[in-house]
């Protein structure tokens, strides 16, 4: 069920759940990006429930019991759901042909019908093709999921095409990260009160000519933990008072909104993946200190 993850994974259930259950705005192509969080595939298909299931799988706690749509979904035989896994290495165009064919019938009752991709990241070129021509022309009542690891491993033109969904992985903080917390909280702090002023003087808050990668991508975690704790406090779930950071915490809760605190997350896991490909440090972190502010630089 969807709401298991609320907290979990509480920045995609407060960005997309929260969204499509108060605007009721479904986006015609989803594109979750894992970063290896282990229940994925239970994650996708509970969300698959949730946009087919007219009880939208939220009020019960077990849906499937009492439901038999989303009985059939358990058991793959709903006809207005078609998932598509790699048929070997790679995703074949036969398979994405298939699924046209399937889908290019309305359906009898005009509900939504949802394909899901796994691994879509192995769509070799034509396949990708095929699916981005899909995607191009979305038609009324067809939601696409793809799902892939990394998104970086995807075609820029499928990704701009999608709602990216990223998925949190991992944000507890292990003690290497504790070696080096104070310096990450010092810096979010510095950024939250000053923001985009932060740029005059940023090298004496994060010399990054002294860093390695490796400590840029530990203050990004940290980064992402703290504004993880904050979102969570910010929606009510309960946290240790005891932490000698909570005043800061509540600091950051009540300077940014819950879409703020996304956004920032957002941008802090873009920089992550950036830095895997990028060379240059302190253009990173500059961009980085803009995109943060909401890409707009002012005094
Ligand atoms: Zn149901």
Redesign the pocket.
């Known amino acids: 069920m969807l709401v298991d993850f609320k907290e979990e994974q509480s920045l995609f259930y407060n960005e997309i759940v929260t969204s499509i259950l108060t605007n009721n705005k479904i986006s015609h192509a989803y594109l979750v990006e894992s970063k290896g969080y282990d229940r994925t595939k239970e994650l996708v298909i509970s969300f698959v429930?949730f946009l087919l299931?007219s009880?939208r799988?939220i009020k019960s706690s077990d849906?499937?019991s009492i439901?038999n749509?989303?009985n059939l979904i358990d058991n793959n035989t709903y006809s207005n759901l078609k998932i598509i896994e790699p048929d070997g290495l790679w995703i074949k165009k036969e398979q994405l042909e298939n699924l046209k064919i399937d889908f290019k019938t309305k359906s009898i009752d005009e509900s939504p019908r949802v394909y899901v991709i796994f691994e879509a990241d192995k769509l070799n070129k034509t396949s990708a093709n095929s699916i981005l021509k899909f995607l191009e022309e979305p038609e009324d009542n067809i939601i696409a999921i793809l799902v892939t690891n990394n998104r970086y491993n995807m075609l820029n033109t499928i990704v701009s095409r999608c709602q990216l969904i990223t998925l949190s992985n991992n944000m507890d903080l292990d003690s290497k990260d504790f070696i080096n917390f104070d310096d990450g909280l010092n810096f979010v702090m510095d950024y939250e009160r000053n923001n985009i002023k932060l740029f005059a003087y940023l090298n004496n808050v994060f010399n990054i000519k002294s860093k390695s990668r490796d400590d840029y991508y530990q203050l990004l975690r940290i980064m992402e933990f703290l504004y993880d704790l904050t979102l969570k406090y910010k929606i009510g779930k309960e946290i240790d008072k005891n932490i000698s950071y909570f005043d800061d915490i509540v600091y950051i809760a009540n300077t940014n909104s819950i879409n703020d605190i996304i956004r920032k997350m957002n941008v802090i896991e873009e920089q992550k993946a950036r830095l895997q490909y990028n060379v240059n440090l302190s253009l990173l972190l500059d961009k980085f200190i803009i995109d943060l502010g909401g890409g707009v630089y002012s005094d």
Do not use: D
């Open positions: 429930k299931c009880s799988c849906c499937s439901c749509l989303c």
